[in-house]
């Protein structure tokens, strides 16, 4: 009789597009209310809810051992952490990281870049010593020591794409510079993409065993840009960056919501793993595993912005059950939502979702 594989080892093995003993189980995200709502069904021992950049350190921690008691609890295979930018408060509703961007809180989002030190080539100067702080890492290590190495440790980093409309306070100004500034666009991709490396070369050294690679590239009904500025401005970044992961025996997921289908042979061809979420608004996650298949696995799709805010448990298992027999066959299917758990979701339901993919989830599917 086989032995049980570990989080980590069907976390790999689906990202090689390999069938493990079950269909692992990811999240991308868990928002501190959801923390909370999740919590309640675990421990009475719960933090106040309140912003991360309210809290003090020992809140915080906190916080991370509650997400930790919960992944433990419903068995997840992967535990996500993000790559900590420290930022300080500036005002009631905006913080400023240490290099110059400014950004506006929101409730349940992440920040927003408002104002960057990046307005033209003259600004790059401001931006070129940038290297990540060990700081950064913070909740990586932690979570490393809490959890443990037995399953997979994914960590989000910024990828060229977003960070350069980062520094430069939106993606607006980034996209407007496609067209009228291109050596700006160029010269920036450059300085972002050297920072994303040397920061993926930290998180290997941290104990990360997959970089998600943020950075949303589409919206609902198509990318934001055309194929031929992705082509022209990131493709080539995208694989100096999948290469460095690899060669530092990392395994790397391009996340991006939104309609991916006109850049996917290009993000396959650049040497991603995986790619998540394959929002079903945007995809139809059959066509996609298809398409994917033997190439890179396939992460996501269970729907965060209806079903699992709005659905019953038991629409959520069915939908689980559908998606389950329809695209893990074969393997190279990770579960997970299709962005993140955020404050919407109905804590019940992610519980249903964890529970339906235990129950039809073990390979051979339908057997």
């Known amino acids: 009789m086989a032995h049980a ?19 692992p189980i990811f999240e991308m995200g868990i928002n501190e209310p959801s923390i909370v709502g999740l919590g309640k069904f675990f421990t009475d021992d719960l933090p106040p809810v309140k912003h991360v950049y309210d809290m003090s350190l020992e809140e915080q921690i906190k916080y991370l051992d509650l997400l930790a008691l919960i992944l433990r609890e419903l068995g997840n295979d992967s535990v996500s952490t993000v790559f900590i930018i420290d930022k300080e408060r500036i005002g009631e509703d905006r913080v400023k990281d240490r290099y110059g961007t400014t950004y506006i809180l929101s409730e349940a989002g992440e920040p927003m870049p408002v104002e960057g030190p990046v307005k033209s080539v003259d600004d790059l100067p401001k931006v070129a010593d940038m290297v990540p702080d060990p700081n950064d890492y913070l909740m990586l290590h932690y979570m490393v020591s809490r959890i443990g190495k037995e399953v997979a440790h994914f960590f989000a980093i910024p990828g060229p794409f977003r960070f350069s409309w980062q520094v430069m306070g939106g993606m607006e100004h980034l996209l407007v510079s496609f067209a009228a500034d291109p050596d700006l666009v160029h010269r ?121 805010p709005f659905g019953t448990e038991q629409e959520v298992e069915e939908n689980v059950r559908q998606t389950i027999e329809t695209v893990a066959p074969g393997g190279g299917y990770i579960i997970s939502s299709s962005n993140s758990i955020h404050p919407g979701v109905k804590p019940e339901n992610y519980i249903a979702m964890i529970k339906a993919a235990r129950k039809y989830g073990r390979y051979p599917i339908g057997a």
């Open 5 to 23: 594989m570990s989080g980590r080892e069907r976390i790999i093995t689906a990202l090689e597009c390999g069938e493990p003993d079950v269909v």
């Open 188 to 308: 920036l991709a450059e300085l972002t993409t050297g920072f994303t490396i040397k920061a993926i070369d930290m998180a290997a050294e941290a104990g990360a065993d997959v970089v998600a690679l943020e950075g949303d590239l589409a919206h609902t009904s198509s990318t934001l840009f055309s194929p031929g500025h992705y082509r022209e401005y990131l493709k080539a970044h995208h694989t100096k960056i999948v290469d460095s992961a690899h060669a530092k025996g990392l395994k790397i997921v391009k996340h991006s919501d939104g309609n991916l289908w006109p850049i996917m042979d290009d993000l396959l061809d650049a040497g991603f793993d995986g790619i998540h979420p394959i929002q079903p608004q945007s995809m139809d996650i059959r066509e996609v595993k298809q398409h994917l298949a033997g190439r890179a696995a396939v992460l996501g799709n269970i729907d965060c912005s209806y079903l699992l």
